[in-house]
């Protein structure tokens, strides 16, 4: 899209490729997209392409993961990659990738969205808990959310959890609730953003709300 034109214009891909998705930025801004052809023969194409997009054209990942299934990806700042999916995880450290598969109870669920903490710790989100990376293995943090949708870790370091029940906040003093009661226009919370200014803003079914200290503004 052209940002001063508002107007959306084509980009070339693959001849051979029919289906893509995005996972997520990298620290140098490229987009991470999988894509695949989901009428070629069985083998294959199962794990598709792994491209970069740097605002003008797609070029392969150097080292692409092995599986598929991935939906979301995180870039963390010390230049290790996350990948999250259906069938669990994968972690891009010292050149080399490992698995953390949902088979093997790693983790157990598919993986929504990952965090990095102030103190470089790996957060991710499940549908219904909180997770942590102690370097060699995940831990559950917590649990009880209702049908997870994205986690966040703001700038000044709290850590936000959006679910069917509204926005989570974590900091030093715990967690805090956030819900209809703090003006949010719906009970449920699907998407969380932090703008340039360090403003949070949530995304609900009936609308965006801007997060300001003890209540939210829609």
């Excluded at 709290?158 to 209809?180: E, L, P, Q, T, Y």
Aim: proline share 6%; aromatic share 12%.
């Amino acid at each position: 899209s052209d940002l001063d034109t508002g107007a959306f214009s084509e980009v070339p891909i693959r001849n051979d490729v029919r289906r893509m998705r995005s996972l997520g930025l990298l620290r140098d801004g490229s987009l991470c997209v999988q894509s695949w052809n989901p009428g070629a023969a069985a083998g294959k194409w199962d794990a598709g392409y792994f491209d970069l997009f740097d605002g003008t054209q797609f070029k392969p990942l150097a080292d692409p993961p092995p599986g598929s299934g991935y939906s979301t990806l995180f870039a963390a700042r010390d230049g290790d990659l996350w990948l999250g999916g259906d069938n669990g995880m994968a972690w891009y450290y010292k050149n080399k990738w490992r698995l953390f598969p949902v088979a093997n109870r790693a983790v157990p669920g598919p993986v929504i969205r990952f965090a990095e903490l102030p103190n470089e710790r790996i957060w991710c989100a499940t549908r219904e808990k909180l997770w942590e990376f102690d370097g060699q293995n995940w831990s559950s943090l917590s649990a009880g959310f209702s049908n997870i949708h994205d986690l966040w870790c703001s700038r000044d370091g709290s850590v936000w959890v959006a679910d069917d029940g509204g926005m989570h906040r974590f900091s030093k003093n715990g967690w805090i609730g956030n819900s209809r009661e703090e003006g949010l226009p719906d009970a449920a919370v699907l998407g969380i953003f932090e703008d340039q200014r360090g403003r949070i803003w949530a995304g609900t079914p009936r609308g965006l709300s801007l997060y300001q200290i003890g209540r939210a503004h829609v």
